[in-house]
């Protein structure tokens, strides 16, 4: 039986989806063979030797150490595309807000009382001070159209805004999906010169962190305004408070509050509420349960993270492998089923950066020779199935 660690509080249906009869699901376990999360922390966990996969409901996995599950042979999973619809509801929300003012205004209408005016009569008089512009045949750049971005423009379009997209790892399917009327530049600063609205969608690695900063706000339309639910690293806090502070910036709504951006005029942070509705975690947890038990099961990779994504058609037994450097693993791989006297029938061999991963079916069991593919050239895990 299978052994599965939940952290968070993870969807029901979702779980339900496990086979009683196979897992055995608990938030105690120490010798787990997998791991469902939602947004807690694991960069400090040390992992038991039994880990397997880890499988986040959620699309980013910054709160996963990959890298070290690689170098561990454990398999992260994600579930992109799962949440998009969710935060792209509360992106329209956030570009309405960021030009009605209506955070402010309602803000302001608590305060009031009846005194010498009553309460409609204050109203009337007050509201003046919260008008603000239409989107409507405004010019948004969108940055970053992968499922999120992708259904941000194709909405924005919808309601009459001019759309300009910058996302030079678009796939064609992403690309297939989008809206005709959305112009794709081949740079961001053709977008940011001429954008009232921007909207980030990018992950936040090497390249992107802090990329959004005092010398790209320079370059930015005056009174632009931003919306970023995609990651709260990808802004420099400080420089993004100076912008709006001076105007540059003239409204900035994210959904990664820190201590820098709270009590800040034209500064609205939002709790991290951009996957939080029920269809979403369902749906994010569907799919992630989902993954790690064909992962575990048969050994295929669908939507990982961090391996090479393989399927191959279960036909019996096999044998599958992953390697750091190794690119010739298939080879080695079955040079020692064959010395074992094991025949080798359907295989598969994909890499993904240093990381080669190989499934080989075979016509019976390989468990006897799954130590030695382990002490093969690079190899992080062997797994007879």
């Known amino acids: 039986m299978y052994k599965i660690q939940t952290y968070n509080k993870i969807s029901d249906k979702g779980l339900s989806l496990f086979d009683k009869a196979k897992y055995d699901i608990n938030e105690n376990h120490k010798d787990a063979d997998g791991i469902i999360l939602r947004s807690y922390n694991l960069l400090e966990t040390e992992f038991p030797s039994t880990i397997k996969a880890i499988g986040r409901a959620g699309a980013g996995t910054n709160n996963v150490p990959s890298d070290r599950c690689t170098d561990q042979g454990i398999v992260v999973f994600n579930a992109p595309g799962a ?56 010019t948004i ?17 919808a309601l009459g805004m001019k759309v300009l997209g ?24 053709e977008i940011f010169a001429v954008a009232d609205y921007l909207s980030l969608h990018l992950p936040v690695n090497s390249d992107t962190k802090g990329m959004f900063n005092a010398a790209l706000f ?9 919306v970023n639910f995609a990651r709260g690293g990808l802004i420099k806090d400080a420089d993004m ?43 994010c947890a569907k799919m992630v349960v989902n993954q790690v038990s064909i992962y575990l099961e048969t050994g295929n990779v669908i939507n990982s993270v961090n391996f090479p994504n393989v399927t191959l058609p279960v036909n019996g037994k096999r044998i599958t492998a992953c390697a750091k450097g190794n690119s010739e693993l298939l080879t080695d791989v079955t040079a020692e089923l064959k010395s074992a006297g094991i025949s080798s029938t359907d295989m598969i061999s994909k890499t993904r950066g240093d990381v080669t991963y190989v499934i080989v079916n075979t016509d019976k069991d390989a468990k006897s020779v799954e130590e030695k593919v382990k002490k093969l050239n690079g190899v992080v895990l062997a797994r007879a199935i």
């Open 83 to 138: 949440n998009a619809n969710a935060v792209k509801e509360l992106v329209l929300a956030a570009l309405f807000m960021s030009s009605r003012r209506v955070y402010e205004s309602i803000t302001w209408a608590q305060t009031l009382k009846d005194g010498e005016t009553d309460v409609p009569a204050q109203v009337e008089k007050g509201k003046s001070n919260f008008e603000g512009p239409e989107i409507m045949e405004k």
């Open 141 to 157: 750049g969108v940055i970053g159209l992968g499922a999120i971005g992708g259904l941000v423009a194709n909405a924005c379009d």
């Open 166 to 189: 910058y996302d030079p790892f678009i796939s064609p399917e992403a690309k297939a999906n989008l809206s005709s009327n959305v112009v794709i530049k081949e740079t961001m600063e």
């Open 218 to 226: 320079e370059k930015c339309k005056e009174g632009i305004r931003i």
């Open 241 to 283: 408070v100076a912008a709006v502070k001076s105007g540059k910036v003239a409204k900035y709504i994210t959904d990664f509050p820190t201590e820098a951006l709270l009590n800040v005029d034209n500064i609205i942070p939002i709790p991290h509420l951009g996957a939080s509705s029920p269809e979403s975690e369902e749906n």
